[in-house]
């Protein structure tokens, strides 16, 4: 089953934004499926979220 998602506001200047929506359309991404990939990134690079390793999204290996 998926997790159930958060929702916030964020607040980014026009120019910050201009790139991110640029950057997400050449990934073929709506900014905010761009936002949780470079988020989901980011945790993991930190090593504070485990990769998946099963090739299920959402889903951590046992």
Excluded: H, Y
Excluded at 22 to 47: C, H, M, P, T
Aim: positive net charge.
């Amino acid at each position: 089953m998926a997790a159930e998602k958060k929702s916030f506001v964020l607040r980014i200047d026009g120019q910050t934004f201009a790139a991110l929506e640029k950057w997400a359309s050449d990934d073929f991404r709506s900014v905010n499926g761009q936002l949780e990939w470079l988020i989901d990134k980011a945790l993991k690079d930190a090593g504070r979220k485990k990769a998946n390793t099963n090739g299920k999204k959402g889903e951590e290996k046992p």
